[in-house]
Antibody
Protein backbone atom coordinates (compact mmCIF):
# COMPACT_ATOMS: atom_id res chain seq x y z
CA UNK A 1 0.00 0.00 0.00
CA UNK A 2 0.99 3.65 -0.28
CA UNK A 3 3.77 4.70 2.06
CA UNK A 4 5.79 7.85 2.65
CA UNK A 5 9.17 7.68 4.38
CA UNK A 6 10.88 10.88 5.51
CA UNK A 7 14.48 11.72 6.27
CA UNK A 8 15.78 11.94 9.81
CA UNK A 9 15.79 14.64 12.46
CA UNK A 10 17.77 17.83 11.94
CA UNK A 11 19.30 20.37 14.27
CA UNK A 12 20.09 23.75 12.73
CA UNK A 13 21.28 27.15 13.86
CA UNK A 14 19.20 30.28 13.30
CA UNK A 15 19.69 31.63 9.79
CA UNK A 16 20.61 28.25 8.32
CA UNK A 17 18.62 26.20 5.82
CA UNK A 18 17.26 22.67 6.01
CA UNK A 19 16.19 20.11 3.43
CA UNK A 20 13.80 17.27 4.28
CA UNK A 21 13.01 14.43 1.91
CA UNK A 22 9.89 12.32 1.50
CA UNK A 23 10.13 9.11 -0.51
CA UNK A 24 6.92 7.62 -1.85
CA UNK A 25 6.23 3.98 -2.63
CA UNK A 26 3.31 1.67 -3.26
CA UNK A 27 1.49 3.86 -5.79
CA UNK A 28 2.05 5.84 -8.99
CA UNK A 29 4.10 8.80 -7.81
CA UNK A 30 2.95 11.33 -10.40
CA UNK A 31 -0.76 10.62 -9.88
CA UNK A 32 -1.03 12.32 -6.49
CA UNK A 33 0.28 15.64 -5.11
CA UNK A 34 2.43 15.76 -2.00
CA UNK A 35 1.69 18.23 0.78
CA UNK A 36 3.86 19.39 3.65
CA UNK A 37 2.35 20.11 7.06
CA UNK A 38 4.19 21.18 10.19
CA UNK A 39 3.36 20.94 13.88
CA UNK A 40 5.18 23.02 16.48
CA UNK A 41 5.51 21.45 19.94
CA UNK A 42 2.09 21.22 21.59
CA UNK A 43 0.43 23.06 18.71
CA UNK A 44 -2.00 22.33 15.93
CA UNK A 45 -1.21 21.46 12.33
CA UNK A 46 -0.14 24.11 9.84
CA UNK A 47 -0.26 23.54 6.10
CA UNK A 48 3.06 24.51 4.47
CA UNK A 49 2.54 23.89 0.78
CA UNK A 50 2.16 21.32 -1.96
CA UNK A 51 3.57 20.14 -5.25
CA UNK A 52 1.74 18.56 -8.13
CA UNK A 53 4.10 15.65 -8.77
CA UNK A 54 2.83 15.36 -12.33
CA UNK A 55 3.27 18.90 -13.72
CA UNK A 56 5.46 20.37 -10.93
CA UNK A 57 3.02 23.15 -10.06
CA UNK A 58 3.45 24.34 -6.49
CA UNK A 59 1.70 26.52 -3.98
CA UNK A 60 2.88 27.71 -0.58
CA UNK A 61 1.27 29.12 2.51
CA UNK A 62 1.46 32.88 2.71
CA UNK A 63 3.19 32.57 6.08
CA UNK A 64 6.19 30.77 4.60
CA UNK A 65 6.13 32.12 1.05
CA UNK A 66 9.64 33.23 0.12
CA UNK A 67 11.40 30.91 2.58
CA UNK A 68 10.03 27.51 1.52
CA UNK A 69 10.61 25.60 -1.70
CA UNK A 70 9.10 22.23 -2.54
CA UNK A 71 10.57 20.20 -5.37
CA UNK A 72 10.11 16.72 -6.71
CA UNK A 73 12.34 14.11 -8.36
CA UNK A 74 10.12 11.82 -10.36
CA UNK A 75 12.92 9.35 -11.07
CA UNK A 76 13.38 8.83 -7.33
CA UNK A 77 9.70 9.18 -6.34
CA UNK A 78 10.89 11.72 -3.81
CA UNK A 79 9.74 15.16 -2.78
CA UNK A 80 11.94 17.67 -1.01
CA UNK A 81 11.10 20.60 1.22
CA UNK A 82 13.69 23.32 1.67
CA UNK A 83 13.23 25.94 4.38
CA UNK A 84 15.67 28.83 4.59
CA UNK A 85 16.50 31.61 7.08
CA UNK A 86 15.48 29.35 9.93
CA UNK A 87 14.16 30.86 13.15
CA UNK A 88 13.40 29.31 16.52
CA UNK A 89 9.70 29.47 15.60
CA UNK A 90 10.38 26.98 12.79
CA UNK A 91 11.11 24.27 15.36
CA UNK A 92 8.46 21.66 14.58
CA UNK A 93 7.74 18.20 13.29
CA UNK A 94 7.38 18.40 9.51
CA UNK A 95 5.11 15.86 7.83
CA UNK A 96 4.66 15.04 4.19
CA UNK A 97 1.29 13.65 3.14
CA UNK A 98 -0.16 12.34 -0.10
CA UNK A 99 -2.98 14.48 -1.39
CA UNK A 100 -5.99 13.50 -3.40
CA UNK A 101 -6.88 14.63 -6.91
CA UNK A 102 -8.84 17.85 -6.39
CA UNK A 103 -10.19 17.57 -9.95
CA UNK A 104 -12.20 14.62 -8.67
CA UNK A 105 -13.19 16.13 -5.35
CA UNK A 106 -10.42 14.54 -3.28
CA UNK A 107 -9.32 17.09 -0.71
CA UNK A 108 -7.87 14.88 1.96
CA UNK A 109 -4.34 13.83 2.95
CA UNK A 110 -3.62 10.12 3.22
CA UNK A 111 -1.25 8.57 4.09
CA UNK A 112 1.21 10.72 6.03
CA UNK A 113 4.91 10.28 6.50
CA UNK A 114 6.29 9.52 9.94
CA UNK A 115 7.39 13.12 10.51
CA UNK A 116 10.78 14.81 10.74
CA UNK A 117 11.72 16.90 13.77
CA UNK A 118 13.54 20.08 12.89
CA UNK A 119 15.08 21.89 15.85
CA UNK A 120 16.37 25.42 15.41
CA UNK A 121 18.63 26.46 18.24
CA UNK A 122 21.79 28.44 18.74
CA UNK B 1 -8.47 32.80 4.78
CA UNK B 2 -11.10 30.58 6.37
CA UNK B 3 -10.54 29.97 10.07
CA UNK B 4 -11.74 26.76 11.70
CA UNK B 5 -12.62 26.86 15.40
CA UNK B 6 -12.97 23.55 17.20
CA UNK B 7 -14.79 23.06 20.47
CA UNK B 8 -14.47 22.06 23.14
CA UNK B 9 -10.72 22.23 23.57
CA UNK B 10 -10.82 19.16 25.78
CA UNK B 11 -13.51 16.54 26.21
CA UNK B 12 -13.28 14.32 29.30
CA UNK B 13 -15.32 11.16 28.87
CA UNK B 14 -15.40 7.52 29.96
CA UNK B 15 -15.10 4.50 27.67
CA UNK B 16 -18.49 3.62 26.26
CA UNK B 17 -19.72 7.22 26.22
CA UNK B 18 -20.44 9.30 23.14
CA UNK B 19 -18.15 12.11 22.06
CA UNK B 20 -19.46 15.07 20.07
CA UNK B 21 -16.80 17.36 18.58
CA UNK B 22 -17.58 20.62 16.83
CA UNK B 23 -15.79 22.41 14.00
CA UNK B 24 -17.05 25.86 13.06
CA UNK B 25 -15.83 27.76 9.99
CA UNK B 26 -15.52 31.55 9.74
CA UNK B 27 -17.37 31.36 6.41
CA UNK B 28 -19.26 28.72 4.52
CA UNK B 29 -17.29 25.64 3.48
CA UNK B 30 -18.36 23.09 0.91
CA UNK B 31 -19.05 19.77 2.59
CA UNK B 32 -16.78 18.20 -0.02
CA UNK B 33 -13.86 20.11 1.46
CA UNK B 34 -14.27 19.21 5.15
CA UNK B 35 -12.02 16.49 6.58
CA UNK B 36 -11.37 15.04 10.06
CA UNK B 37 -8.13 13.47 11.34
CA UNK B 38 -7.15 11.63 14.50
CA UNK B 39 -3.70 12.04 16.00
CA UNK B 40 -2.17 10.07 18.86
CA UNK B 41 0.94 11.23 20.76
CA UNK B 42 4.11 10.74 18.76
CA UNK B 43 2.23 9.66 15.65
CA UNK B 44 1.26 11.26 12.37
CA UNK B 45 -2.37 12.22 11.83
CA UNK B 46 -4.68 9.56 10.43
CA UNK B 47 -7.51 10.25 8.01
CA UNK B 48 -10.92 9.55 9.58
CA UNK B 49 -13.64 11.35 7.63
CA UNK B 50 -13.62 13.09 4.25
CA UNK B 51 -16.33 15.04 2.49
CA UNK B 52 -17.77 15.84 5.92
CA UNK B 53 -19.47 12.46 6.32
CA UNK B 54 -17.56 9.70 4.50
CA UNK B 55 -15.51 7.29 6.59
CA UNK B 56 -12.04 6.53 5.29
CA UNK B 57 -11.04 2.97 4.59
CA UNK B 58 -10.76 0.90 7.75
CA UNK B 59 -12.40 3.44 10.04
CA UNK B 60 -14.94 1.82 12.41
CA UNK B 61 -18.58 2.79 12.02
CA UNK B 62 -18.69 4.26 15.53
CA UNK B 63 -17.09 7.32 13.88
CA UNK B 64 -19.48 9.55 11.95
CA UNK B 65 -19.35 13.04 10.51
CA UNK B 66 -22.11 15.48 9.70
CA UNK B 67 -22.81 19.12 9.04
CA UNK B 68 -22.83 21.73 6.33
CA UNK B 69 -22.14 25.39 5.72
CA UNK B 70 -20.21 26.63 8.74
CA UNK B 71 -21.01 23.94 11.30
CA UNK B 72 -19.60 20.42 11.24
CA UNK B 73 -19.61 17.64 13.81
CA UNK B 74 -17.59 14.52 14.45
CA UNK B 75 -19.39 11.96 16.62
CA UNK B 76 -17.76 8.96 18.22
CA UNK B 77 -20.26 6.48 19.58
CA UNK B 78 -19.28 4.12 22.40
CA UNK B 79 -15.74 5.36 22.97
CA UNK B 80 -13.10 2.65 22.89
CA UNK B 81 -9.78 3.02 24.78
CA UNK B 82 -7.93 3.57 21.48
CA UNK B 83 -10.18 6.55 20.60
CA UNK B 84 -8.67 8.82 23.26
CA UNK B 85 -6.59 11.18 21.12
CA UNK B 86 -6.49 14.58 19.41
CA UNK B 87 -8.91 15.31 16.60
CA UNK B 88 -8.46 17.96 13.95
CA UNK B 89 -10.77 19.27 11.26
CA UNK B 90 -9.37 20.57 7.98
CA UNK B 91 -10.81 22.55 5.10
CA UNK B 92 -9.80 23.48 1.56
CA UNK B 93 -10.40 26.85 -0.05
CA UNK B 94 -8.82 28.37 -3.17
CA UNK B 95 -5.83 26.02 -3.28
CA UNK B 96 -5.06 26.53 0.41
CA UNK B 97 -5.70 24.17 3.29
CA UNK B 98 -6.23 25.11 6.96
CA UNK B 99 -6.71 23.12 10.16
CA UNK B 100 -8.62 23.74 13.35
CA UNK B 101 -6.74 23.95 16.62
CA UNK B 102 -7.91 20.51 17.68
CA UNK B 103 -10.02 18.82 20.35
CA UNK B 104 -8.44 16.48 22.84
CA UNK B 105 -10.61 13.55 23.90
CA UNK B 106 -9.25 12.33 27.21
CA UNK B 107 -10.21 9.63 29.66
CA UNK B 108 -12.29 10.90 32.56
Amino acid sequence: QAQLVQSGAEVKKPGASVRISCKASGYTFSSHPIHWVRQAPGQSLEWVGWVNTGNDNRKYSQTLQGRVTITRDRSASTVYMDLSSLRSEDTAVYYCARGGDTRFGEYWFDPWGQGTLVTVSS
Amino acid sequence: EIVLTQSPGTLSLSPGERATLSCRASQSVSSDYLVWYQQKPGQAPRLLIYGASNRATGIPDRFSGSGSGTDFTLTINRLEPEDFAMYYCQQYDMSLWTFGQGTKVEIK
